[in-house]
């Protein structure tokens, strides 16, 4: 994953959405100028709700986003490709977050695919050990799920946890890479 200091400078340059297929369903992505800003997840069972994506974006990323009348192929392919195999190497812009967000979600980045990380050893790994519940706000506050695969962060007393779409689509995409909890 592309460092957040990386993200060029975009005034004026207008965030756009595009849908994309993931392991958890149909994703609505926000983009600008090559970045990803925002993804969410569409709940399970659920119609795409363009809607409910904009307010997402306006309330939790703070910026208005539009439809992408010709989404560019190549991100598109590469933010498909990076949701199907869970590769995190897919541009990101995390600047809505706090720099200890931030270098929480970078680290989350690093987990690889089929393994897990508790929210304490995350907190362990960014120099804060005491500061688990913290790593959970990130955890919860991130803009890009699946691209910074917070699902491969689990409680220590075990389980999924919690997860912004639910439980179940957690375990999902766990199961999906093969972790047995």
Not at 49 to 72: A, Q
Not at 121 to 130: D, F, N, Q, T, Y
Request: proline share 12%; net charge negative.
């Amino acid at each position: 994953m592309d460092a957040p200091e990386s993200v060029p400078e975009r005034a004026g340059q207008p965030h756009l959405w595009f849908m994309a297929d993931s392991p958890a369903g149909p994703v609505f992505v926000a983009h600008s100028n090559g970045w990803v800003s925002g993804l969410q997840i569409t709940p399970g069972g659920r119609e795409p709700d363009p809607g409910r994506f904009v307010d997402y974006m306006l309330d939790e990323v703070g910026t208005d986003v539009e439809p992408d009348p010709d989404p560019d192929p190549k991100l598109v392919a590469r933010v498909s490709e990076a949701l199907a195999t869970g590769r995190t190497d897919v541009p990101v812009d995390l600047s809505s977050r706090s720099p200890f967000q931030q270098e929480v979600l970078r680290a989350t980045a690093r987990i690889p695919r089929g393994e897990v990380r508790t929210y304490g050893e995350l907190a362990a790994v960014v120099g804060r050990p005491r500061a688990a519940r913290a790593v959970g706000t990130a955890m919860a506050r991130n803009p890009v799920p699946l691209l910074v695969p917070c699902h491969r962060v689990v409680p220590s007393s075990g389980g999924v946890g919690n997860y912004g779409n639910s439980p179940e689509t957690k375990a999902k995409l766990l199961a999906n890479e093969g972790v047995a909890l």
